[in-house]
């Protein structure tokens, strides 16, 4: 009994070690961008061709285009822009929002989002699996997390630009907007109908306006 007892602990420290042995064995894993993504992100660039600006991203000083149809604009340093973060389960993106800009509810499939406030008042929030909503208006210096798939938005909610800077746990957290989702592609009008219980003049209004066809 007493071999048995001890040798528990034992066991639980192997497959610790094991299940950490990737970090161990390697520092990082820089995205091959001329690799197709998989399942598991990028494949790993040699060491060898490893250069310091693939741990550095200077594309979140500047402002995003926020002269759009919802004005605002998303920055990503995902993998595929910021090809240090693979493997690492990190990432970030700018958010700008100009007043009366918004972001969709949209999920992200990969990861949990934490979402600061720079400048000005955002309404964030998002929606549970039991359709709670759970929302609230966010000043400078705010931070509100959107956990990992659930449908959340993000709206300016004051009368000048707003800046936010959002991070994820993941280097590729993946991003469905549901607007697009429904008007943006070819699904049939018919069918949104049956399955949202919107009508069918509103759909062929909301697929003209993203790009979607009847």
Known sequence: MRQATMIFPILFTFFLLLSS???AVQDFCVADLAAPEGP???SCKKPAS????DFVFSGLGIAGNTSNIIKAAVTPAFAAQFPGVNGLGISIARLDLAVGGVVPFHTHPGASEVLVVVEGTICAGFVASDNAPYLQTLEK?????SPQGLLHFQ???GKASALAF???????????ILDFALFKNDLATELIAQTT???AAQIKKLKGVLGGTN
């Open 155 to 157: 709206v300016n909610g």
């Open 197 to 199: 219980f919107l009508d």
């Open 40 to 42: 598991a992100g990028f």
């Open 50 to 53: 490893v250069k310091v600006n």
């Open 21 to 23: 042995s990737n970090a």
């Open 166 to 176: 959002a991070s994820f746990g993941s280097a590729s957290p993946g991003l469905q």
């Open 141 to 145: 210096g705010d931070i509100m997390v």
